[in-house]
């Protein structure tokens, strides 16, 4: 999808362009609605992007990418219980789609629902065992939860693939700091989308 990748290059007006194209070209198309969703996502045009993404599912209920992708949205909107109900929506049609645990773990962890957390972003770390960011936010969360031998672990083997890669570094340091605090306050720090006031969110998620 050339909107997609478009947007994926940070090439956002072209992205957006592109993807209202193919809307108007297509309307009842639900990947197309679904795709110019996330572009907007990313422009941080939530309203329009909420729109989008429902008139996907008008189109098609079973649609588990616009489900995933509103789950993002509310994510980004603060509202991590109808994040995490559109994402566990999108794992129940599509069990496989790695971005849904991944995005649904983030949630929880939101929602201080550690154990819960643990257990999408586990899955979704077998799902795509060579994604570093979907690894580094598996062993950011094993850390804030006191697993530090597993935490580590898992950040050697990111630097193992990718010694560059600095999210690992700040993963390893963080790891002392994290397991003195109480997981309330490590949830807090890790959560997506959460109002201006919370603790800072390491840049690891966001």
């Given at each position: 999808n050339l909107g997609l990748e478009l947007n994926r290059l940070g090439r956002e007006a072209e992205s957006l362009a592109e993807l209202q194209a193919?809307?108007?070209?297509?309307?009842?198309?639900?990947?197309?609605?679904?795709?110019?969703?996330?572009?907007?996502?990313n422009a941080r045009r939530m309203p329009e992007a909420i729109e989008s993404l429902n008139t996907a599912l008008a189109l098609e209920p079973n649609h588990a990418a616009a489900l995933n992708n509103l789950g993002i949205a509310y994510m980004r909107l603060g509202d991590l219980p109808k994040a995490i109900d559109h994402l566990q929506q999108a794992i129940q049609i599509a069990p496989n789609l790695a971005d849904a645990h991944h995005n649904l773990g983030r949630a929880l962890a939101g929602s201080g629902r550690i154990d819960e957390a643990l257990k999408e972003l586990q899955a979704a770390a077998a799902l795509v065992p060579h994604d570093l960011g979907v690894l580094n936010d598996f062993a950011m969360l094993l850390a804030a939860n006191g697993q530090?031998?597993?935490?580590?672990?898992?950040?050697?083997?990111?630097?193992?693939?990718?010694?560059?890669?600095?999210?690992?570094f700040a993963c390893a340091a963080e790891a002392e700091r994290l397991l003195d605090q109480s997981q309330h306050r490590l949830a807090e720090a890790i959560a997506p989308g959460l109002p201006a006031g919370t603790s800072p969110v390491p840049a690891t998620w966001s």
């Open positions: 193919a809307v108007a070209a297509n309307p009842n198309f639900p990947d197309a609605r679904s795709a110019l969703g996330f572009a907007l996502i530090r031998p597993q935490a580590i672990e898992l950040t050697q083997r990111i630097l193992e693939n990718r010694p560059d890669y600095a999210a690992a």
